[in-house]
């Protein structure tokens, strides 16, 4: 009975999901949360701190934090993590250089005791750019096969145009119903 409640409650929205939004600065998380929102691209600066927004996704409510990505800022991340049950990690599918940071602070982000249970969408921004690399890329770079122990996805996807933003919150749908 209280796994039914459980799931109906999350079926008819009653409670909010919370998920927050991470990735190197530059990256598009505040032009994503806003393609969310708003369904349009709106221009940005870089954050200090963080914007939070209630988006919802057939009768389902998520609040969804996006986090400054600057080097100074990422210390702070941690302070968010607490209840996230999905973690977004944006990646500017042009920055090949910084990739391998990206890696670096994605798998030191989920070995934090507060992540256990958080599923990621990884979302393979800027396609617009005919230099991106490919999702599939992006996927074998971060080494996301590794991470056996929770559900993840990988979706490729243009903040600007918002192409791959609805199929990423109807994945975060089915995983709060799966859940
Ligand atoms: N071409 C292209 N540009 C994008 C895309 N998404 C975001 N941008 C641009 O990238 C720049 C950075 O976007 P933001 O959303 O501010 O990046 P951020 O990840 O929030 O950066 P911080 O707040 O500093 O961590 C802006 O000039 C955006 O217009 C995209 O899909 N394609
Ligand atoms: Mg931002």
Redesign the pocket.
């Known amino acids: 009975m209280g796994l039914l409640f459980t799931r109906l409650m999350a079926v008819f929205g009653d409670r909010e999901h919370k998920v927050i939004i991470v990735?190197?600065?530059?990256?598009?998380?505040?032009?994503?949360l806003y393609q969310f929102l708003t369904k349009e691209?709106v221009?940005?600066?870089?954050?200090i701190g963080s914007n939070v927004e209630e988006i919802n996704v057939k009768k389902t409510r998520f609040l969804v934090w996006?986090?400054?990505?600057?080097e100074t800022?990422r210390a702070s991340w941690s302070t968010y993590y607490c209840n996230t049950e999905i973690v977004i990690l944006?990646v500017?599918s042009t920055d090949r250089e910084r990739l391998t940071l990206t890696k670096e602070e994605l798998h030191r982000m989920l070995a934090h005791e507060d992540l256990q249970n958080a599923s990621v969408l990884v979302l393979a921004?800027?396609?617009?750019?005919k230099d991106s690399m490919t999702a599939a890329e992006i996927s074998r770079s971060l080494t996301l096969s590794s991470l056996t122990a929770r559900s993840w996805h990988i979706q490729a996807?243009?903040?600007?145009?918002g192409e791959g933003l609805p199929a990423s919150l109807d994945w975060m749908h089915s995983r709060v119903l799966a859940n």
């Open positions: 990735g190197l600065d530059n990256a598009g998380k505040t032009t994503i691209a221009h940005t600066t870089p954050t996006d986090i400054g990505g600057q800022l944006v500017d921004n800027k396609q617009d750019m996807c243009c903040a600007l145009t």
